[in-house]
């Protein structure tokens, strides 16, 4: 099973086909190997996300997807090459139950796979009490689907970088959401709780492998960037891992989203 999550910033966009070079997701979804993709930040609502996709679920793949709450932001998607077993939208019981950011799909062969996109947050603000309310309900399922004893991978943008090999200008951020100490905690816990960060299993030495650079400057050139998008696997998963890459750019022009795809290879 091969896993892939991107966040597409914005699913209507990401579409487009920018230049003869640069032809967008719907070129990237046409060639890529992958038998699981989630999306984040799709910002459409069903319709629109149905519309955006077309080419590509006439062509086989299977849709679930959970739009957002309020117009333009948020919304998970993600797509099959085979049937869901089970959909569940939402974290359910909770105040982000319909808030486009969690959606979890049983697959026929055993497998959990949830699409997750954590608020960005802002330091002492409602929005990092938001973000932090969310982080608690998340953890709270994360728990129960541990405890399920299923094979299970949650993957999206977290919006933490969980070390200082996860952003390179890690000492300019640390008073900063994406980087806090509370933040990186809450991963670690975690971690420590038996969920499995399998990218850097695979890259334990270094900086990187990043998934987000701005559109600004020179973030892209430069690889200046965070790694905030994530697989969390239960360690039965995690133990099948034989691969994971990000699939960055060739160059700035080449482009669709200001993040990058992020692979992972399970074996059976």
């Known amino acids: 099973m091969i896993v892939t999550t991107i966040n597409v910033n914005g699913v209507r966009a990401a579409v487009r086909e920018r230049s003869t070079d640069n032809l967008g997701l719907l070129a990237w979804l046409a060639e890529t190997a992958a038998d699981v993709v989630c999306l984040q930040e799709t910002r459409a609502d069903d319709a629109q996300l149905a519309e955006a996709l077309a080419p590509v679920l006439g062509n086989g793949w299977h849709l679930a997807s959970a739009e957002p709450h309020l117009r333009g932001r948020s919304g998970v998607a993600i797509l099959s090459r085979t049937p869901f077993a089970e959909v569940r939208i939402g974290l359910s019981a909770t105040e982000f139950e319909n808030h486009g950011r969690y959606l979890e799909v049983d697959l026929p062969g055993g497998a959990t796979v949830c699409s997750l996109y ?10 990092q009490a938001e973000k932090e309310r969310f982080m608690a309900a998340l ?7 541990a405890a399920d004893g299923r094979p299970a991978v949650v993957c999206g943008d977290w919006n933490i970088a969980h070390t200082e090999n996860d952003i390179k200008a890690w000492k300019a951020n640390v008073k900063k959401a994406g980087f806090l100490p509370s933040e990186r905690q809450w991963l670690t816990d975690l971690m420590d709780a038996g969920w499995v960060d399998v990218v ?12 987000w650079w701005s559109w600004r400057g020179k973030a892209f050139d430069n690889d200046a960037g965070w ?27 080449l482009r669709w989203s200001d993040h990058a795809p992020v692979t992972v290879e399970f074996g059976d």
């Open 118 to 127: 954590v608020p960005s947050g802002e330091a002492g603000t409602d929005r």
């Open 139 to 145: 953890a709270t399922r994360m728990a129960e689907l």
């Open 200 to 211: 850097r299993g695979l890259h334990p030495d270094g900086p990187g492998p990043y998934s």
């Open 227 to 253: 790694r905030i998008d994530y697989h969390l696997a239960t360690e039965s998963l995690a133990g099948r891992v034989h691969a994971a890459r990000v699939e960055k750019p060739q160059a700035y022009a």
